[in-house]
């Protein structure tokens, strides 16, 4: 069945291959001044991001610089979660309802995807990230699907060429990448885990149908903050909610 939703998910380098076990020492710094413990830190964490029309509003601005704004706070978040050693970030990008909003924003937003797919590319290859777009592909541009299709391949080889010694990650250029997306070929569904940590922004506090069956055993954060401002700092918060809570995945606590 396919999913009511359309999400990206960011599959993350891991530290213990890429940068040792524990994070570079900024992030490091973050983490160990909130109290929070590399090892504590959630392998999945996926994200409700809501609240970029009301941000705009609340500014008086264009609905498009709100979802501006939001794309701004997934690449800050893409690269936070990377640098902290958190293994894999999905994003609910887009549900099936929201298809009935007016076409010309509908269209703006995919765009927004395809280009923030595009823009990032040459840093998140050259830093082990991997992208993958998942949900209805009919529902998708023909675009957006051949953008997320050749940056998912793109990654995948240059981190098979990285991994087996053929090249270092400060030789990935643009004439390296662009070698690779004439090459692309289709590729296989993305293995995902079930998420560790769910985040939902801007004071909603339900799933919206995303990753339900998932998400069953996965621990549930809500903030006031609206995705755009959802910064370091509120990421941080949530990220030490997490390392307070005590799993039991259906169990009784052992004594």
């Known amino acids: 069945m396919l999913s009511r939703f359309l999400s990206v998910t960011a599959r993350l380098p891991d530290r213990s ?75 609910f990008a887009f549900s099936q309802e929201n298809f009935g909003r007016p076409q010309a924003e509908v269209d703006y937003v995919m765009g927004l995807i395809e280009r923030l797919i595009r823009s990032n590319l040459d840093e998140y290859a050259r830093t082990g990230v991997r992208l993958h777009v998942i949900g209805d592909p009919s529902r998708r541009p023909a675009s957006l699907q051949s953008t997320a299709r050749e940056a998912d391949e793109a990654c995948r080889q240059l981190a098979r060429e990285v991994e087996g010694g053929a090249l270092k990650p400060d030789d990935i250029d643009e004439p390296q990448l662009a070698s690779k997306l004439a090459t692309t070929s289709a590729v296989g569904e993305l293995e995902l885990s079930c998420p560790d940590l769910v985040i939902r922004t801007s004071g909603e506090q339900r799933l919206s149908n995303f990753l339900m069956w998932q998400s069953a055993y996965s621990e549930l954060y809500f903030t006031d903050a609206l995705w755009p401002d959802f910064d370091e700092d509120e990421y941080l918060r949530a990220l030490k909610s997490f390392q307070a809570r005590q799993r039991r995945f259906g169990q009784r606590n052992v004594i």
């Open 17 to 91: 291959l890429h940068a040792g076990a524990a994070p570079p020492p900024p992030a490091a710094h973050a983490l160990v001044r909130s109290g929070i413990r590399p090892e504590s830190l959630p392998r999945h964490v996926a994200m409700v991001m809501d609240g970029n029309r009301r941000w705009a509003q609340a500014r008086g601005l264009p609905t498009a610089e709100g979802h501006e704004a939001g794309c701004r706070a997934l690449e800050r978040t893409v690269r936070l979660s990377r640098d902290w050693g958190i293994r894999a970030l999905t994003v």
